[in-house]
């Protein structure tokens, strides 16, 4: 745990209106401490990216943000994650209400095995939604919004699993937006896809930038410095450095960013 | 240098010889398997048929008529009240049970249930459904019985069908906003429904094979009455024919005797191939 005057210096605080706040969060897996005191500022309709190499546990972070290492037996988190000033950690929060608002994608693409309607109107039917206009409606402009609905409108009641990878990750991105979240956790997204998938998927986020705010884990980074326009840096379950992408990739401050972003290891 | 030392190790056998060898040996295990099931087959089947006639089958009155309706009744109720309980049961443990001394304590109960000679179950069922419920000897103290003997199966198998529904799909529909219960109905339940109809229809048809269980609970010689009208009366079954013909009744052939277990086999052996079918239909609708 470091000074708070030495945090300071290299967690910066983003300007402007802030979506989600922690401090002094950690995450365990029984006796494994695989996060250490995160203190981190994310600012709304801004895409925030979480680096840092494989095992840095950039990934629990990210899953702390929606509670889905509830899922995870023996996972226990401490201290405070903040959504609009209110800690979705205590005890009256609704898991299922804050994961409609904080929608997650994960690293491979994962559609259920049913129509691509019924993928998309998934969401929409749980908390529900039900009326045949309305989830046409909800559909359509989801797809719209994920960049599918061209390659899918004449196939909506074709198996989802037809699709192709990239195709799958838009579905994916399709079916978190029909639940109308307002914070968007990618968790790798384009690991899974080739380079035209991957380009599709970036000029989507700074689509979807305007309207939600997005935190986005990457081992890409030329990902991370093209779309984001704040990045954490994580080793070994600490945030080592957090501030304007920019700073983060041509003048970090701390020697293991430095190296890190200089791909001297990693 | 690494080639001179391989091709100078001495060798009793070259590996083509080694390979003929074990494939020779592993050949003869399997066809040994095969070998008493294909003579228990061809001797039932062929003395039973001498004796196999449309008569035999269909007739009320002396023939194997209402035990085949009275052990298929038996199989479909044992059905109806193993598959609730026996899926309710797996997709606790599977899905919603945190691991810890309690659900090892289940697990445990499941895997004994499972090791219970057939006739203990009988016993359980005069015991309990017949005397203490009061159903007397009837079709439904008899599926009762049963479905305890199947239940182990049916859980098992259940348990085994959701596991193999992939975790990111849980995940996905978490992450959606869904609770527990809407993720079992939706996703999870759908996914799993092959594996676990499979499962069922395996376990019912093993019950329905079984002499015991139905022995003290459900079965009996008809001569006046022989189809049940309700759950609550007595039924013929096959086994417990068969039972009764090799060794109280008198003046039946032995041609006979084989013919009833012929049809007692035949009918378990379409109950399987019946798992067999819907699995291969239902598993070609879905695909991850």
Redesign the interface.
């Known amino acids: 745990m470091g000074l708070p005057g030495m945090d300071s210096e290299l967690i910066v605080k983003p300007e402007g209106e802030v979506k989600i706040e922690t401090s002094g969060l950690g995450l365990f897996y029984g006796e494994f401490q695989a996060l250490r005191d995160v203190s981190v500022t994310i600012a709304a309709r801004q895409i925030t990216a979480l680096i840092g190499p494989s095992g840095c546990s950039k990934t629990s972070f990210l899953r702390c943000l929606n509670r889905m290492n509830d899922l995870i037996s023996g996972a226990r988190v401490v201290g405070e994650v903040l959504l609009d000033g209110r800690d979705i950690y205590h005890e009256a929060t609704d898991v299922a209400v804050l994961r409609k608002r904080v929608g997650m994608v994960f690293q491979t693409p994962n559609p259920f095995p049913m129509s691509i309607y019924d993928n998309v109107a998934y969401g929409p039917r749980l908390h529900g939604r039900c009326s045949r206009s309305e989830l046409d409606e909800i559909v359509e402009k989801s797809l719209r919004a994920a960049a599918l609905w061209e390659e899918a409108k004449d196939k909506l009641r074709k198996s989802a699993l037809d699709l192709s990878g990239g195709q799958q990750q838009r579905l994916s991105i399709a079916r978190v937006l029909a639940v109308e979240p307002e914070v968007l956790l990618m968790d790798e997204p384009c690991s899974a896809l080739d380079p035209t998938a991957t380009f599709r998927i970036e000029e989507l986020m700074i689509e979807l930038m305007t309207r939600y705010t997005i935190v986005i884990v990457t081992h890409n980074m030329y990902q991370a410095s093209r779309v984001s326009h704040y990045a954490g840096f994580f080793l070994l379950g600490e945030l080592v450095e957090y501030g304007p992408t920019e700073q983060i990739f041509e003048n970090p401050k701390d020697q293991r960013t430095d190296d890190y972003v200089r791909g001297r290891f990693g | 240098m690494k080639g001179t030392q391989s091709m100078h190790r001495p060798q009793k056998l070259g590996p083509r010889a080694t390979q003929a060898a074990a494939f020779a040996a592993l050949w003869a295990a399997a066809a040994l398997v095969l070998l008493p099931v294909a003579a228990i087959l061809g001797v039932m089947f062929v003395r039973g048929g001498r004796a196999i006639s449309w008569e035999m089958l269909s007739s009320a009155e002396d023939g194997l008529l209402p035990a085949i309706v009275g052990t298929v009744t038996l199989v479909a109720l044992t059905a109806v009240i193993a598959a609730p309980l026996g899926i309710a049961a797996a997709v606790y443990l599977r899905e919603y049970a ?2 810890g001394p309690l659900v090892r304590l289940i697990r445990l109960a499941i895997v004994n249930l499972a090791g219970v000679p057939s006739v203990v179950y009988g016993l359980f069922g005069l015991a309990v459904f017949v005397t203490l419920l009061g159903f007397g000897r009837c079709l439904l103290a008899g599926a009762c019985t049963l479905a305890l003997l199947a239940l182990p199966l049916v859980i098992t198998a259940s348990e085994e069908a959701l596991r193999q529904v ?1 975790e ?12 527990r219960w ?1 993720t079992v109905r ?2 999870v339940l759908p ?1 799993a429904l092959p594996g676990i109809i499979t499962g069922l229809i395996l376990s019912v048809g093993r019950a329905a094979g079984e002499t015991a269980p139905i022995l003290f609970t459900a079965a009996f010689i008809a001569l006046t009455k022989p189809f049940p009208s309700s759950v609550l009366d007595p039924i013929e079954a096959l086994p417990f024919r068969l039972y009764y013909m090799a060794t109280e009744a008198h003046g039946i052939t032995e041609d006979a005797k084989w013919a009833t277990a012929a049809v007692l086999v035949g009918l378990v052996l379409t109950i399987n191939l019946v798992a067999v079918i819907t699995r291969a239909r239902l598993r070609g609708a ?3």
């Open positions: 945190p691991r992939p990111r799909l849980r995940a996905a529909s978490f992450a959606l906003g869904a609770t809407q939706r996703i996914n879905r695909r991850w």
